[in-house]
């Protein structure tokens, strides 16, 4: 066994794999385990299945051949169920201090950015040896650790265990299918432990999340794909997260320098990496391939959409889940419901015990099977209609201003067929300039970059679109045609507009404003109170302001 390092603590690069179940990741986790370069890995092994299979597979290979070790987390999803056991379970490995690396087999439903975060959460050092003590082998030299740490105690995971690199793994024979399907993560995965009939989440969103957060994406199974057709995803790829290496790959074999202590890892940079992020900071992307005709571009406008129209808009070309306020009364009613069928533990117990009735989840199996088969043919009609009017938009995300929701910004993010359109919180123009972000700051400078020298301020249409053949031209006139005109104003508004006082630049733009739509007939659902929204901002900064 290695000799245990008796120089200053270095934390041990820790790699997080994702990728949809099937994508290959427990076929490059026994590569790796596999490896002759002599690199002692520690893995996680995190599979949704009850009785974790792909962990099953891996014992099973007889790959633990040196002084690698594997940890089972049971039935859960490490980005939420089981962060805190991720925590515990990984500063565990580093205390050992006996291995070069440590990887992190994440399930297909999890997102990278939330495992991500896990690693700044705090730790309890003298609750972690304690642990060692009692349960690990003799050989772990619990005094020299609590000596190294002496003068500079770790305070949260990163400084134990240190994110290194996150890799994504992509079907490709199944990316196009999955970039464009109606299909919901609860419907794909409905038979699996960890799921919850409260995830919302839809597939082709997920693989944008944990293609847009990767410092590495393996494009697994190139083998069986037309070369062309590789090239076309590869070029999309690279569109979406510009700054991630890409490697083709096939049975995922993949050197172990190219996933293991990378150093790629930047919290920051990964937050930012996203493609449609960088077109909206003008940033440089990949350069566009005539061949392929993969690109991106922005619109942007300064007047507000009309309602109806951007909704029929998006109602056109995409399936539309715009998110609707909880009705109090409901989730009383809901919350009174948990709390009289909370069961006892010995009514776990029995119901553990009771025989599942086969016939009804297959009947259920069945209804879900045909509802997803229903809901495709439906987006897929959309999608052809996409294709032909305005290009494959594979991606869009970004603001948008909604005329008469003046105080607050609508959020725009479509992958695939599926369009999500929320409330992303109040404009800054709508808030005291006082909790604006301080002056010589970058956040300041992209601020100021954006304000319009009128009563607008940020407020302002700012959509990236990603795709295939798009056409820019088509898209824009269509975007445009859905912003509010003048004529769409009563006359006596318009009467009584024009006989206001004001500056030149407000006088010019204050028509912007005047649009009072009933909200029986606004198609967008209610948005969270705006005034309560810029009061608990206020006050946020106001405290964060004191605790700094």
Known sequence: MPAQRTTKWKPIPVTLLSGFLGSGKTTLLKNILENKDNVRVAVLVNDMAELNIDATLVQNGNVLKRDEKLVEMHNGCICCTLREDLLVELSKLALADRYDAILIESTGISEPQQVAETFTFEIDLVALLEDLKENSAADIDIKLLKKRFKDNPPTCLNDLAKLDTCVTLVDCKAFNGDLTTSEFLLERYAEQEGMVEEDERNISELLIDQVEFADVILLNKCDVVEKNEV??????????????????????????????????????????????????????????????????????????????????????????????????????????????????????????????????????????????????????????????????????????????????????????????????????????????????????????????????????????????????????????????????????????????????????????????????????????????????????????????
């Open 231 to 548: 090239d076309k995803i590869e070029q999309a790829l690279k569109t979406l997260n510009p700054v991630a290496k890409v490697y083709r790959t096939v049975q995922s074999k993949i050197d172990v320098e190219s996933v293991l202590s990378t150093g790629l890892f930047d919290m920051e940079k990964a937050s930012s990496s996203a493609g449609w992020l960088k077109t909206m900071r003008g940033e440089v992307l990949v350069p566009e391939t005539e061949e392929y005709g993969i690109g991106s571009f922005v619109y942007s406008a300064r007047t507000p959409f009309h309602p109806q129209r951007l909704w029929d808009f998006l109602q056109r070309y995409f399936m539309v889940h715009a998110e609707e306020l909880p009705d109090e009364e409901e989730e009383e009613d809901q919350e009174e419901a948990e709390g009289e069928g909370e069961e006892k533990p010995e009514d776990n117990d029995k119901a553990a015990t009771e025989e599942v009735d086969e016939a009804e989840v297959e009947r259920e199996r069945q209804r879900m099977a045909a509802e997803v088969a229903e809901r495709n043919e439906f987006s897929n009609k959309r999608l052809e209609a996409l294709k032909r009017s305005l290009g494959h938009i594979m991606r869009s995300k970004g603001y948008f201003w909604l005329a008469g929701r003046d105080k607050l910004m609508g959020e725009w993010s479509q992958a695939g067929s599926i369009a999500k359109v929320t409330c992303g919180g109040p404009w800054l123009a709508a808030v005291p300039e006082e909790v604006w972000p301080q002056d010589g700051t970058k956040e300041r400078e992209l601020l100021e970059r954006d304000l319009h020298p009128s009563v607008i301020q940020d407020r302002r249409q700012e959509i990236v679109m990603i795709g295939s053949g798009l056409k820019k031209d088509v898209i824009t006139a269509e975007l445009d045609d859905c912003l509010l005109r003048e004529g769409d104003l009563p006359s006596a508004k318009r009467l009584k507009m024009s006989t206001r006082k004001m500056s030149p630049a407000d006088s010019q733009e204050q028509w912007k404003f005047l649009l009072s739509v009933p909200e029986k007939e606004d198609p967008f659902p209610q948005w969270p109170d705006a005034d309560s929204m810029i009061t608990e901002l206020v006050t946020s900064v106001d405290e964060g302001g004191e605790e700094d």
